[in-house]
T-cell receptor, first 116, second 115 residues
Framework: AQSVAQPEDQVNVAEGNPLTVKCTYSVSGNPYLFWYVQYPNRGLQFLLKYITGDNLVKGSYGFEAEFNKSQTSFHLKKPSALVSDSALYFCAVRGFASGGSYIPTFGRGTSLIVHP | GAGVSQSPRYKVAKRGQDVALRCDPISGHVSLFWYQQALGQGPEFLTYFQNEAQLDKSGLPSDRFFAERPEGSVSTLKIQRTQQEDSAVYLC?????????????FGQGTRLTVV
């Protein structure tokens, strides 16, 4: 079975500081990884994905994520946080054809709060 | 429309009542997904359509849940004899890809409260 862990329910960071939202995963075979963001009263919005290739993936709104196969992690990062980045962030994983489920499994979400 | 549209946005149902939740995907998107998001949890997969074919319904929690997409566009998720544990936000997502899931576009969801 595939699974995603987001170990922090909430992350607090000061505006202008770097931020990291953690995600670890478990899946059979190679992973297909996603990050989504959910603003209040808005639908989930796609941020970025990792399929293969460079371990550092760049996405929307200045976010990036680093795939680490040995640590089975896919942490979300941003060099300089904005107050407007405050939202709920979800990590998701699915497997490829040779293993794991095609349907992604989402983590429980991490609330990011950026203080002015 | 430009995005995935879900209606109603909010629904309050008395226990035992039947409800129908509608999803209008992005025009031309072949893949459509339904998810259930309980309070404080991540989205949980319910079912998947490719055009009008329901290819995966493994996530439907009971036979009270039924989904259809008869013409390959609009989809309806129906819950019969609602129970309190059905209270959640129901999310619909669509994708122009034929595989099971790439980056999908989500609607705002329907918040169902069963009283």
């Amino acid at each position: 079975a595939q699974s995603v862990a987001q170990p922090e329910d909430q992350v607090n960071v000061a505006e202008g500081n770097p931020l990291t939202v953690k995600c670890t995963y478990s899946v059979s075979g190679n992973p297909y990884l996603f990050w989504y963001v959910q603003y209040p009263n808005r639908g989930l919005q796609f941020l970025l994905k990792y399929i293969t290739g460079d371990n550092l993936v760049k996405g929307s709104y200045g976010f990036e994520a680093e795939f680490n196969k040995s640590q089975t992690s896919f942490h979300l990062k941003k060099p300089s946080a904005l107050v407007s980045d405050s939202a709920l962030y979800f990590c998701a994983v699915r497997g490829f054809a040779s293993g794991g489920s095609y349907i992604p499994t989402f983590g429980r979400g991490t609330s990011l709060i950026v203080h002015p | 429309g430009a995005g995935v549209s879900q209606s109603p946005r909010y629904k309050v149902a008395k226990r035992g009542q039947d409800v129908a939740l509608r999803c209008d995907p992005i025009s031309g998107h072949v893949s459509l997904f339904w998810y259930q998001q309980a309070l404080g949890q991540g989205p949980e997969f319910l079912t998947y359509f490719q055009n009008e074919a329901q290819l995966d319904k493994s996530g439907l929690p009971s036979d009270r849940f039924f989904a259809e997409r008869p013409e390959g566009s609009v989809s309806t998720l129906k819950i019969q004899r609602t129970q309190q544990e059905d209270s959640a936000v129901y999310l619909c997502a669509s994708s122009d890809k034929m595989d099971r899931f790439t980056e999908a576009f989500f609607g705002q969801g329907t918040r169902l409260t069963v009283v």
